[in-house]
């Protein structure tokens, strides 16, 4: 994913990986590296949030309503994380992105 996400994006998880729930946290085996990544709570939830096709925007929303976090912090701090499973081939651009 060339580009910088922003939050009109819509994101999905990518083909290219193999997940498993462990008691609310998330382990992704990402087959382009061959490395396993861990997510805690937080980014489980975006995960289980991106397993169809939804805009950056939308998981922010959903976030800030289950989550004491302020609208900004939640957008800032996922995007940190959704970019960061971007860059690791996990997920990627969907349908109707902005870019």
Known sequence: M???L???DT????????SADLS????ILG???GAYF???AAGARIWALLQAPRRLRDVVATLVAEYEVPAEQCASDGLVVVEDLAGRGLVVRGPDSAS
């Open 11 to 18: 994101v999905v998880v990518s083909d290219n990986q193999v």
């Open 31 to 33: 087959m382009r590296e």
């Open 24 to 27: 609310g946290e998330v382990v």
């Open 2 to 4: 060339p580009d910088t």
């Open 38 to 40: 861990g997510v805690d």
């Open 6 to 8: 922003t939050l009109d």
